[in-house]
């Protein structure tokens, strides 16, 4: 046994890696995890800063004329730094746009992203529903802000509630109704 | 001269202003338009629509934005920036890679064979071995939407030969790479010219065509003495998109050849081409219908004698929806022929045949995979494949995995899941021959090499700063290819299955988000082999022939984004040694610096294995030599 592995070894086998070479030239010779859901979030995220020029606030909605325009998140944050790429260097008519993280709904922002689980969702859009708030809601949950976020086949969507806007005097232009995939309509002048 | 690049590297460091850079890598979503952001697809097409951030599997995804700034110029340097891969290069052409371990060893003709590797959905895997041949496979830097590297066993739902892991190459749709584009290269290694236009033909068909080339200089076999291996490929390829309301068609494909020269073994000629239509179609909210169909060629030819023309014909449906409102369920079938015809090897000294030369070999599987709610913060993901291989018929392949979402920010998984490396012409029908002994056969009982991966893992982003990812696996193996002595008297060698063993390790990955111009990217992964002969098997050789891995790697990158249009990239790496044969422990650093002149005009400088005149990877390998890249992409 010992003769022949020395053998193999030795002889045998090294001729056998000469034919290896060989076969080599003709066999062988030849998010970070995240990165998935944060092309959604990307998405979600520009379309956050892109939604406000085609949406009229009344002026009670700012503190001042050039205050700037704040977009919130309030909840477990699904964005990180997306949301502030997105924003970065992005105005609204002479209005700069911010973005503000907090821990509870709050009127000064004229966008508020809700995450969070339903109840959580559905107690912060009651606090802040008769304000003129652009409340958003992400895909999947139960509870919908003016504007929800729809997953549809793969692309990034949303529905727009027209009748919960008009109710608190906000304007929402046609070419973004015209953009949602669903519009619960409003009363029309 | 690494010293020097690094002294402007770091003078340059000390210029930059904390200031807040504008995304100079061109972040294509937020210069979309609000329509063009209902376009942007966000899940991969394949299997389901599940977050990889939710994905109980180890999942690394290099994006396009990676990619680039990398300054790779081929698909397998690409592939280095995944920390759960093993990427050895052993001459200008051709390279090693693997997921935990068995990158083979070339002397005693085991070849790295257990990855599946898939572009657009097309397996670029040779069914001849199991392995890939790299250097037929290419996709401009430019056209790569993004890499998804998963390790460990995914058989049951991407496909077949996913023993030890995926690679997923998801190319860039039409629309997103409108226009002119024109990229010239030099270096003191390679200089490369790349063309391409894209355009739509109508609102909801966009196109590109493509075309490129390069030369690739021969590597040092030893330090100042030429490997005289030098090539070249020119490519050629496109894409259409045609996506009205509810589908998208995909259209593509690609032309290729290529000649490279050998020392000590004839030049060789490559060439092939390739076809693929794919069409999705949404039937509702989270349900789609996807049937996928390519058609392959490949040929690889020496001067004197030695060849094979492979043609594949595959057809693939999946169908996912989701059932009582709580399951997700995909399921699907695909059908694979693959036709070869080997020219055999023949000299007086040593000949290569395969008996019979030629085959159509069929595969078949149908899947079907279902992710149940537990509970609000658990999942359950049960799936099973069954694959009908070539030679060795039905296998099923069982795969659960359980996710728990701890919080928003954390995920721990867990998963079992089984997996083969099915028989190929080269294990069951080989013949080699020293003058007229035949020495080795294959072997007409060869088994599929098994494995089964216990995993867990988990997931966190920390802040918004920082994520990481831990990834522990312990994968069993059973039948494990090995040479035995052949039994019957039809030769001394033949192919067995008479190794088993276990390979255990850890990977993980961290990503910081330093300063809103620098982000630290850094990737650790140990694993420890352990193989033996079965019980009453004749040990031939050692366990070495599975492979020679390296102990540990490590990684650690930095992208910064510097004053106004500057980035500058660098990436050290720490590769273990490998035992045997024996190439020592190495470090190594390649540095990129980037300079956005205009929208349409893009410089850039990049140095690659900047820390030595010289390194060895992978033996037989070449000496891989420092070496510099200056590249303009201009658009047009």
């Known amino acids: ?189 | 001269m690494s010293r020097s690049v690094l002294l402007a590297a770091a003078s340059l460091l000390a210029l930059a202003s904390p200031v807040r850079a504008q995304q100079l890598a061109l972040n294509d979503i937020n210069q979309m338009s609000i329509q063009q952001l209902a376009k942007v697809e966000i899940t991969s097409v394949s299997k389901g629509a599940e977050p990889l951030s939710d994905a109980p599997a180890s999942v690394y995804v290099i994006s396009h934005d990676d990619a680039i700034r990398s300054g790779a110029t081929s698909l397998p340097d690409l592939l280095r920036l995944a920390p759960n891969l093993e990427v050895m290069q052993t001459s200008p052409s051709n390279y090693v890679i693997t997921a935990r371990g068995f990158n083979g060893n070339a002397a005693d003709q085991n070849f790295s064979d257990k990855l599946l590797v898939l572009i657009d959905g097309r397996s670029v895997y040779s069914p001849l071995y199991s392995g890939v041949y790299w250097d037929m496979q290419d996709v401009p830097p430019e056209n790569i939407e993004r890499i998804e590297v998963i390790s460990g066993p995914a058989g049951t739902l991407w496909g077949a030969n996913a023993v030890n892991g995926v690679i997923n190459i998801v190319t860039r749709k039409a629309a997103d790479t409108q226009g002119g584009y024109l990229d010239l290269g030099v270096g003191d290694e390679e200089s490369s010219a790349a063309l391409q236009y894209g355009g739509h033909l109508s609102d909801d068909l966009a196109y590109r065509v493509y075309a490129k080339d390069f030369y690739q200089r021969a590597f040092d076999s030893s330090p100042g003495v030429s490997a005289h291996d030098g090539w070249s490929k020119p490519q050629g390829g496109f894409r259409m998109d045609w996506t009205p309301e509810n589908d998208t068609v995909t259209l593509e494909g690609d032309l290729y050849g290529g000649a490279e020269a050998s020392l000590g073994t004839p030049n060789q000629v490559i060439g092939g081409g390739n076809i693929t239509a794919s069409w999705q179609h949404a039937l509702e909210e989270n349900s789609n219908l996807q049937l996928l169909t390519y058609y392959d060629e490949t040929q690889r030819s020496m001067e004197n004698g030695g060849a094979f023309v492979l043609n594949t014909y595959d057809f693939e449906i999946q169908h996912n929806f989701s059932l009582g409102g709580w399951n997700n369920i995909v399921w699907g079938a695909g059908e694979r022929a693959d036709q070869y015809r080997i020219t055999d090897r023949l000299s007086t000294a040593s000949s290569l045949l395969f008996i019979p030369p030629a085959r159509s070999l069929n595969l078949a599987d149908i899947f079907a995979q279902d992710r149940i709610p537990v509970t609000d913060r658990v999942e359950l993901t049960l799936g099973l494949k069954l694959e009908d291989d070539p030679y060795s018929g039905w296998s099923p392949m069982p795969d659960a995995r359980l996710a728990w979402k701890i919080t928003d920010k954390d995920l721990v998984w867990a998963a079992v899941s089984r997996a083969i490396r099915s028989p190929t012409p080269f294990d069951v029908d080989v013949s080699e021959k020293l003058g007229s002994t035949t020495f080795l056969t294959g072997n007409a009982n060869f088994l599929p090499e098994e494995v089964t991966a216990y995993e867990a893992g988990y997931r966190g982003q920390f802040s918004s700063a920082l994520s990481f990812s831990l990834s522990l696996f312990d994968n069993v193996y059973d039948h494990l290819k090995s040479i035995q002595l052949n039994s019957t008297p039809a030769s001394l060698l033949e192919w067995g299955n008479t190794i088993e063993g276990h390979v255990y390790g850890l990977e993980s990955w961290a990503t910081y988000q330093a300063l809103d111009w620098w982000r630290l990217s850094a990737g650790f992964n140990l694993q420890h082999e352990n193989f033996i002969f079965t019980p009453g098997a004749i040990p031939l050789l050692d366990v070495s022939q599975e492979g020679d891995d390296p102990h540990h790697q490590a990684s650690l990158r930095s992208s910064m984004d510097l004053i106004d249009n500057l980035t500058f990239d660098a990436d050290f790496r720490d590769v273990g040694a490998l035992p045997d044969p024996k190439v020592p422990e190495y470090v190594e650093a390649n540095a990129r610096l980037a300079w956005h002149v205009t929208d349409r005009l893009d410089l850039s400088l990049s140095g690659f294995n900047l820390l030595h005149g010289h390194h060895v990877e992978y033996l037989p390998g070449d000496e891989i030599r420092r070496n510099f890249f200056l590249e303009t992409r201009w658009r047009f």
Not at chain 1, 57 to 81: E, K, M, N, R
Not at chain 1, 88 to 106: K, M, S, T, W
């Open chain 1, 1 to 189: 046994m010992a003769l022949l592995k020395r053998n193999s070894r030795a002889g045998t086998w090294r001729s056998c890696r000469h034919a290896a070479v060989l076969l080599l030239t003709l066999a062988a010779a030849g998010q970070q995890a995240r990165a998935q859901s944060s092309l959604e979030y990307e998405v979600k995220a520009a379309y956050l800063v892109k939604f406000a020029p085609f949406i009229e606030w009344p002026d009670t909605a700012f503190s001042s004329t050039g205050a700037p325009l704040t977009i919130c998140v309030v909840g477990p944050d699904p964005f990180g730094q997306l949301l502030d790429r997105a924003a970065a260097g992005a105005r609204d008519g002479d209005r700069p746009v911010i973005i503000r993280r907090l821990a509870e709904p709050d009127a000064a922002c004229q966008i508020l992203f809700v995450g969070g689980d339903d109840r959580a969702v559905e107690s912060e859009l009651e606090a802040v529903k008769d304000r003129p708030v652009v409340t958003v809601t992400d895909s999947g949950a139960s509870a919908h802000g003016i504007i929800s976020f729809a997953v549809i086949s793969n692309h990034v969507r949303f529905d727009i509630d027209e009748a919960e806007a008009d109710s608190v005097s906000i304007h929402i232009s046609s070419k973004l109704l015209d953009l949602a995939h669903v519009v619960r309509k409003g009363a029309r002048p």
